[in-house]
């Protein structure tokens, strides 16, 4: 098992905010653009490792090891789909992350090194953002996106 460590985040800003949604939303599209893809061509019968280049498309907004890291989960959960289906359980393909109309499951996933957390009593969390959402919310280039952690974190693995 991997380490997994779950932060509940509260931005400092409504500006703050707003790019926070966004940078959650595309993290969903991209998952559900990905797992669409594979999902017709699992049904079709053929192979779903053969995709588009995703990163590409998300790397403005999401930043390239975010775009990248969510790719990755997206594998590993089609791995452990076909995984289950091998010891006969009876399993579905990976779901998606809602949709634009009826609101998407607001996630993300940011690499262990990507991310920045300040603890004590007022506890920080800074995450990378790709550069449109910089240009957009004038961040400057080797800004990030700073929030609070609320609660406690979760640390799995």
């Given at each position: 098992?991997?380490?997994?460590?779950?932060?509940?985040?509260?931005?400092?800003?409504?500006?703050?905010?707003?790019?926070?949604?966004?940078?959650?939303?595309?993290?969903?599209?991209?998952?559900?653009?990905?797992?669409?893809?594979?999902?017709?061509?699992?049904?079709?019968?053929?192979?779903?490792?053969?995709?588009?280049?995703?990163?590409?498309?998300?790397?403005?907004?999401?930043?390239?090891?975010?775009?990248?890291?969510?790719?990755?989960?997206?594998?590993?959960?089609?791995?452990?789909?076909?995984?289950?289906?091998?010891?006969?359980?009876?399993?579905?393909?990976?779901?998606?992350?809602?949709?634009?109309?009826?609101g998407r499951e607001l996630r993300t996933y940011i690499r262990n090194d990507q991310y920045t957390l300040e603890t004590g009593d007022r506890s920080r969390?800074?995450?990378?953002v790709g550069q449109q959402l910089k240009d957009e919310y004038g961040l400057g280039y080797h800004d990030r996106l700073r929030l609070e952690v609320a609660?406690?974190?979760?640390?799995?693995?």
């Amino acid at each position: 098992m991997r380490r997994t460590n779950t932060f509940a985040v509260r931005p400092l800003s409504d500006a703050d905010e707003r790019l926070l949604l966004d940078l959650l939303d595309a993290s969903a599209s991209l998952w559900n653009e990905l797992n669409y893809e594979r999902r017709q061509q699992f049904f079709d019968g053929d192979s779903v490792w053969d995709t588009a280049d995703y990163r590409k498309q998300y790397v403005d907004v999401l930043g390239s090891a975010t775009a990248q890291q969510v790719i990755r989960k997206n594998k590993s959960a089609w791995q452990s789909f076909f995984a289950a289906r091998e010891n006969g359980e009876d399993t579905a393909p990976p779901g998606y992350w809602g949709n634009e109309d009826d609101g998407r499951e607001l996630r993300t996933y940011i690499r262990n090194d990507q991310y920045t957390l300040e603890t004590g009593d007022r506890s920080r969390l800074e995450i990378p953002v790709g550069q449109q959402l910089k240009d957009e919310y004038g961040l400057g280039y080797h800004d990030r996106l700073r929030l609070e952690v609320a609660g406690d974190p979760k640390w799995d693995g």
